[in-house]
């Protein structure tokens, strides 16, 4: 949010400007040497001429500066930050709001390093009255990662009364600061008779020994002298004491009584201004020459700064003046005309945004009530700018009686301890809310944003969620109450109704009344007017529902908040919070590398502005990616840095930390430590209250408890899990749960409840896109797509799972070619054989009898064929015992051919190609054929056409020709040739009728010319094809259709076309016409 612009708050940044002042050049000098010195320390006692003497040297030996006037406020730090933004030369610093407080130094520097690149080099950085800020203060700390940041040929001007803090020490040492003391700021006999000079006096030798001899150099003093000495022409009035503030009240005194009444009225009635314009001291006196007095005032040296020109001339007082004119108008004016000024002042003050000097009026005053007001009127734009330090500060001040009578006090409060101790926050929240309580009804808004405010409070700590029960229960009944027509504030309905969204997926993910308050939560985010508030609402509810797996929602948040992000007045805690929710998306989305990314970006974000609020959470969130994917030593790694930054780490973070060191350890099969860590993490989530996490702890135990054989407390585990996960409405934790339970139900022969826990998980992966989820173990999800595959259980949903999570089953499914088959064998059309995706050579004289044997399995159907039907069929000319044993030696010779022991085994007297290593076309053949069936059968409804589609390209992909087509017409191979030559003619014809009852005629026609491709032989193709084309009105092709046919028969079976054949050519030849005909036969 970008600061107001006020005249009079602008005073603070800007440079003095100077009417006739002496140019001191041998402390120039100095200051130009510096000793290489990045800060200079000009400290003295006030009216040494200090700030005077920075500011002439900027004048003139300095192109480029940034000046900055600190008061007590600056104690604040974010008070600081907030006028540096406003600096001509910011750029567009941010302001330091809450999220910042963790890396001060991070953001300080960032800060300085953005200020310095909007200024040309060598400049210099002026901050006056140091002295103002308290020794306690961070502030301190800032000014070092100032100097951290400074190029070599600039500086820092440091103006105070009091030399430097010990916070300093550390550039004393290093010699990079140079101190202007006292010493060296008293002036000079000649500078002293130079000022004179300047005045246009005329002494002689002896009054300006005397002159320089009574004020020793100092500055303030010999102008009030000279000042003093117009009116009176003795010099010879100092007092005897050397107090500054009490000669100045002296000579002041004595100068104040020679001013006109009018004059003196101006001077008493802004006594309590730091500063003021023309306009302002105006509306103190009534009086319209108020500007004018004030410019001569300056013009005449009567210790009245001029800070900027124009219609905006801002006009500051000395401090010693300031001091003097106060103790004045206590002295001179009633009590009743004193503190009637002073709350002019008050008014005056905040109607021109200088709250923190009124503030400071009251304060001064004790004046609680009026502060009080002052406070809740200006709270969330101090908010906003992230002033809670000063804003808590004078809440802290006012009596709790006071406070006690207005619930907003405590609000406000709250609101300032949020992000440092939300401990504290919460229970302030709950005093806040008692208290708009006993107000009744009409403070409803008020109730509201006390349950949003501690249930915030609540999740942020992340510590015990069981505490948000109450505030759910209160949010419930508030809201419902606050449905549109009643009048409730919006803003606070969408912050209450977003906050209670989040606490009930965190806290009460079973509550019935979920999705409703879910939709009221959407309905309601936009009516969220800050772009930061909305950003950090969207944020959590973005996270909720990706912990629910509704992704589609996930999805349309993030392009959403992608948008929003590009506005510049977007915090680096919302650019972060994205990157944590992309990368959580992407997680458990499967998205490896882009979740890497988004984590990777989050973190440098983090480190560059200082806002590391999201760094675990985002490296938690890479660390499970890399344990999905199977990238073990990233997932290590990031596990490291999550460990690194344990300091400060809340509870259910720490959950998170012991749940994948768990889940590491389960996929290096080491179960033992994965046992410990998953019991640690089972203890914080039911410390946290986090039924979520608790569900996900013990779904792990339970497969730990499943491969340590522990079968009692692998159920119990299951039962408790199931007891805590019933109601919930979260798919995401379904397809987790139930594909747990299928694993371990199956594991222990329960194959029913298994499969249809399978069928339950694999529909909603399904219907909702599922591929992957926490504890992904890539053993178990293969065996389970097996079981899948074997019981025709989401057929597609299982192949699109292998081939995108690149599963590999050990019982390999004989569905799946996209598999890494470590032997594939094709047996339509050319005989092959692969191993480990490179062909074997089939025809060399050594291993014709090893790939004759392979041959003679695959024709008998390759599982369950007895040795003696193979030895009869490959020996049949001797003897059963000779011909055993020669199968024998061939089966060995085979087995060391193929390279893979468990390619071919035999039990029990037979031989069966092993599944899990083995991929055969005829097996895969029987799966496809079997899919065209169930999904063309006319009970079924029609399939989409990107299915059959799908369905025709691995038909043509699997059935190539002929089945061992080189083989010729050998008894074991033409039998089955011939059974696969009518399945394949009948499948293709029913996906082609698929197409002709939708009238796709360039899908039919190429459908049938794909199959001519495989068997030239198939009448019934060029019959339909010639159809197609005379459809199609392709007549001259349907010609060369026929040609072809005529031409395939009579080469291949020395036969002619059948007359239904040559009938559909005649009928095509008419259609071409006569000249068509002739030039045909001709």
């Known amino acids: 949010m970008a600061p107001i612009s006020r005249p009079a708050s602008r005073a603070k940044i800007t440079r003095p400007s100077l009417a006739g002042v002496f140019a001191r050049e041998r402390l120039f000098a100095i200051l130009d040497r510096r000793d290489r010195s990045a800060v200079v320390w000009v400290s003295g006692p006030p009216g040494s001429g200090k700030t005077t003497l920075v500011a002439s040297y900027l004048e003139r030996r300095c192109s480029e500066s940034c000046w900055y006037q600190l008061d007590s406020g600056d104690s604040d730090v974010a008070t600081f930050f907030y006028y540096m933004a406003r600096t001509a030369a910011s750029g567009s610093l941010p302001l330091f709001t809450s999220e910042y407080h963790a890396d001060l130094s991070a953001f300080a520097r960032r800060d300085f390093r953005t200020l310095y690149s909007n200024l040309r080099s060598p400049f210099v950085l002026v901050l006056d009255n140091y002295q103002e800020v308290s020794t306690q203060s961070a502030f301190h700390s800032v000014v070092l990662d100032a100097v951290a940041e400074l190029p070599p040929d600039s500086c820092i001007i440091v103006v105070s009364r009091t030399e430097p803090p010990p916070a300093m020490v550390r550039l004393r040492a290093n010699r990079a600061l140079q101190l202007l003391d006292w010493q060296d700021l008293q002036l000079t006999r000649s500078e002293s008779d130079a000022i004179v000079a300047l005045w246009g006096r005329t002494l002689a030798e002896e009054a300006l020994a005397e002159l320089y001899q009574k004020t020793e150099g100092w500055a303030a003093g010999l102008v009030l002298l000279l000042e003093h000495s117009l009116a009176n022409t003795s010099i010879d009035v100092m007092p005897n004491s050397r107090a500054p503030q ?43 020459g108020a500007g004018e007095i004030l410019a001569t005032l300056h013009r005449g040296h009567h210790f009245v700064y001029l800070k900027a020109g124009g219609t905006d001339s801002i006009y500051q007082y000395h401090p010693l003046l300031r001091e003097f004119l106060r103790a004045r108008a206590a002295e001179s004016l009633s009590p009743s005309e004193y503190r009637a000024l002073r709350r002019t002042s008050v008014h005056v003050l905040e109607a021109d945004g200088e709250v923190e000097e009124a503030a400071a009026l009251l304060r001064e005053d004790t004046d609680f009530h009026a502060l009080k007001h002052l406070a809740l009127e200006h709270a969330p734009d101090m908010l906003a700018h992230g002033r809670a330090e000063t804003l808590e500060t004078w809440l802290d001040e006012i009596p709790d009686e006071i406070l006690d009578t207005d619930p907003w006090c405590f609000h406000w409060k709250a609101a300032c301890r949020f992000a440092s101790a939300p401990r504290e926050s919460r229970l302030l929240y709950e005093r806040v809310f008692k208290g708009f309580e006993d107000e009744g009804a009409s403070q409803g808004s008020g109730q509201l944003l006390a349950c949003a405010g501690a249930m915030d409070a609540i999740i942020h700590e992340l510590d015990d969620l069981s505490l948000l029960d109450p505030w759910i229960e209160r949010a419930t009944v508030l809201l419902t109450k606050a449905s549109p027509g009643t009048g409730a504030d919006s803003g606070a309905v969408a912050r209450a109704a977003v906050s209670l969204f989040v606490a009930l997926v965190f806290r009460q993910p079973q509550n019935p009344d979920m999705k409703k308050w879910a939709e009221r939560a959407f309905g309601c985010v936009g009516e969220l007017s800050d772009t930061n508030a909305r950003l950090s609402a969207q944020l959590l509810m973005a996270i909720t529902l990706n ?18 992000c590009q506005s510049p007045d977007v915090t680096p805690l919302a650019l972060t919070g994205l990157k944590d929710v992309e990368s959580m998306y992407f997680m458990l989305t499967a998205d490896h590398e882009q979740c890497l990314q988004a984590v990777f970006d989050g973190v440098d974000i983090g480190q560059a502005s200082g806002v590391n609020l999201w760094r675990y959470h985002l490296l938690s969130n890479g660390a499970a990616a890399a344990l999905g994917a199977g990238d073990l030593v990233s997932a290590e790694e990031l596990l490291e840095k999550m460990h690194a930054h344990r300091e400060g780490a809340r509870r259910l973070d720490r959950c998170s930390y012991h749940y994948y060191r768990s889940w590491l350890a389960m996929l290096r099969r080491d179960v033992v430590e994965a046992h410990q860590e998953q019991k640690t993490a089972l203890r914080l989530a039911i410390e946290s209250g986090c039924p979520f996490y608790e569900v996900l702890c013990r779904l792990a135990l339970a497969e730990i408890f499943h491969e340590l054989a522990d079968e009692r407390r692998t159920v119990s585990n299951l039962r408790r899990a199931r007891r805590l996960a019933r109601g919930i409405d979260n798919r995401l934790m379904e397809y987790m749960a139930f594909s747990t339970y299928a694993h371990i139900a199956l594991a222990h022969g329960r194959t029913r409840s298994g499969l249809n826990a399978l069928r339950y998980a694999f529909g909603l992966g399904r219907d909702h896109g599922f591929t992957h989820f926490m504890w992904w173990q890539p053993r178990v999800m293969a065996e389970l797509c097996v079981h899948a595959l074997e019981s025709g259980i989401e057929v597609d949903y299982v192949r699109n799972l292998i081939r995108s999570r690149e599963l590999m089953p050990d019982v390999s499914p004989v569905t799946v070619d996209e598999c890494p088959w470590p032997i594939r064998i094709r047996s339509f059309g050319e005989f092959q054989v692969f191993k480990q ?38 020996w049949p000319r001797i003897d059963a015992d000779y011909a055993h044993r020669s199968l024998t030696t061939t089966l060995h010779r085979l087995r060391k051919i193929l390279a893979h022991d468990r390619a071919i085994g035999l039990k029990h007297g037979r031989l069966s190609l092993d599944p899990s290593c083995c991929w055969l076309d005829v097996h895969a053949l029987e799966c496809v054929l079997n899919e065209i069936d169930e999904t063309l059968g006319y009970t079924r409804p029609r399939p989409p056409e990107t299915l059959v589609t799908h369905l025709a390209d691995g038909l043509f992909e699997i059935y190539r020709g002929p089945f061992m087509a080189s083989e010729g017409d050998q008894p074991r191979y033409a039998s089955a040739r011939e059974r696969f030559r009518n399945k394949f003619l009948r499948a293709a014809s029913e996906l082609a009728r698929y197409w002709e009852e939708k009238q796709r005629w360039d899908q039919v026609a190429r459908l049938y010319a794909r199959g001519l491709e495989v068997d030239a032989l198939a009448e019934g193709f060029y019959r339909r094809l010639m159809l197609c084309y005379r459809q199609l009105g392709r007549h001259a092709e349907a010609v060369d259709v026929y040609d072809n046919c005529r031409r395939a028969l009579a080469t291949e079976r020395d036969a002619a076309p059948s007359p239904e054949t040559t009938a559909i050519y005649q009928s095509v030849v008419e259609a071409l016409g006569e000249d068509s005909d002739t030039q045909h036969y001709g």
């Open 246 to 288: 009490v000669v100045f009240d002296y000579l002041a005194g004595e100068i104040f009584q020679n001013f006109d009444e009018r004059t003196r009225r101006l001077l008493l009635k802004t006594a309590f201004v730091p500063e003021m314009t023309s306009a302002m001291a105006e509306r103190f006196t009534g009086d319209s």
């Open 547 to 564: 912990y629910t797996g509704q992704f589609g929602r996930v999805r349309e948040l993030i392009d959403v908040m992608r948008r929003t």
């Open 837 to 874: 995706g490179q062909p074997l050579g089939t025809g060399a004289k050594p291993q014709q009898k090893p790939v004759e044997l392979l041959k003679a399995l695959v024709a008998f159907g390759a599982m369950d064929v007895k040795e003696r039907d193979l030895a009869a069929e490959l």
